[in-house]
C-alpha cells in the first residue's frame, strides 16, 4: 500500500505545478485582504456593537454558504488526481487501523466465547450427573419398603447394645476373678499375718468393677460434669491403679473427684 502511495505521490508537471502556485497566492491574498478588514473593524467599534456585528455578520456568511454550489479545488485534473489519490491513501490507511481493531475485538471475543461455551458444557455435564444420582435415589426409594431404614437402625443399634452388654459382662467376669473387692476370698494365712493391723477394711467397700461403672454412667449421663466424688466406699489402691495406668484422671481443682479418662 505504501509503495502504490508513492507512485500516486509523483511529481505534478509544471504546468499543474503554476496553476495550483497561482491558486494559492490568490487564496492567500484573499486570506490577507481579510484579515486587515477585521483589525480594522475591531479598531472601529466598541465591544458591545462588535459582538453584535460579529454575530450578524457570520449568521449572513452561512447563509451566503448554504446557497453557494462548491466548486472544485482546481480546474486542471492532474492536481484534482492526486488530490484524490493522496486522500484515498489517507481513507485506506484509516480503514485498516478500524480493520485491525475490529480483527482485535473478534478474537478477543471468540476467546470469550470458547471459555464461556467450556463453562456452559461443564455446568451441563454436573446438572446430568446430578439428575443421574437423583434418579437412582429414587428408583432405590421406591425399591425400599417405608419402614426398612427404621428397622435397619433399630436392628443395628439393638445389636450394639447386645454386643455392650456382652463387654460389660465379660469385664465384670474378669475383675470378679483377677481384682475381687478386697474383703472378699481373704485366705486365712493373710488374716492371721494381719491380726496385728489395727486398722479394718470397711465393709461397705464397692469392687473395682462398680467403681469403673460408675465412671462410665457418668460420663455417658452428664457429659458436662464426668467426675465421680471419693468417698469411704472407694479402696485407696483401686484409685491409685486407675490413676496410675492412666485409666482416670483427677480433678485439677479436687483431689476427692476422678473422671475417666478420655480415650481416642
Not at 490568490?26 to 453584535?52: H, M, S
Amino acid at each position: 500500500m505504501m509503495a502504490e502511495g508513492g507512485q500516486a505521490a509523483a511529481e505534478l508537471s509544471e504546468a499543474a505545478q503554476g496553476e495550483l502556485m497561482d491558486q494559492c497566492e490568490d487564496q492567500f491574498a484573499q486570506l490577507e485582504k481579510l484579515q486587515n478588514e477585521i483589525i480594522l473593524f475591531d479598531f472601529c467599534e466598541n465591544p458591545q456593537d462588535q459582538a453584535v456585528n460579529r454575530l450578524m455578520a457570520t449568521e449572513a456568511e452561512l447563509k451566503q454558504w448554504l446557497t453557494v454550489e462548491p466548486k472544485l479545488l482546481a480546474s486542471n485534473s492532474e492536481v484534482l488526481l492526486k488530490a484524490g489519490k493522496e486522500e484515498m491513501l489517507k481513507l485506506c490507511s484509516e480503514l485498516e487501523m478500524v480493520v485491525s481493531c475490529h480483527k482485535a475485538k473478534r478474537d478477543k471475543l471468540r476467546e470469550t466465547k470458547e471459555l464461556e461455551q467450556k463453562w456452559l458444557n461443564e455446568k451441563k455435564q454436573a446438572l446430568i450427573a446430578a439428575n443421574d444420582h437423583v434418579d437412582r435415589l429414587q428408583m432405590e426409594k421406591g425399591k425400599l419398603p417405608g419402614h426398612s431404614v427404621l428397622h435397619d437402625t433399630k436392628a443395628k443399634i439393638q445389636k450394639m447394645k447386645v454386643y455392650q452388654e456382652r463387654l460389660m459382662e465379660c469385664l465384670g467376669d474378669i475383675l470378679e476373678k483377677h481384682v475381687p473387692c478386697p474383703h472378699q476370698n481373704e485366705p486365712s494365712t493373710n488374716k492371721k499375718k494381719k491380726k496385728n493391723i489395727t486398722q479394718e477394711l470397711n465393709e461397705d467397700l464397692i469392687s473395682l468393677n462398680e467403681i469403673l461403672e460408675l465412671l462410665m454412667n457418668k460420663v455417658l449421663n452428664t457429659p458436662h460434669d464426668p467426675y465421680v466424688t471419693i468417698d469411704n466406699t472407694f479402696w485407696p489402691p483401686y484409685i491409685e491403679m486407675l490413676l496410675r495406668y492412666g485409666i482416670a484422671v483427677r480433678h485439677h481443682e479436687n483431689n476427692f473427684k476422678i473422671r475417666l479418662e478420655t480415650f481416642c
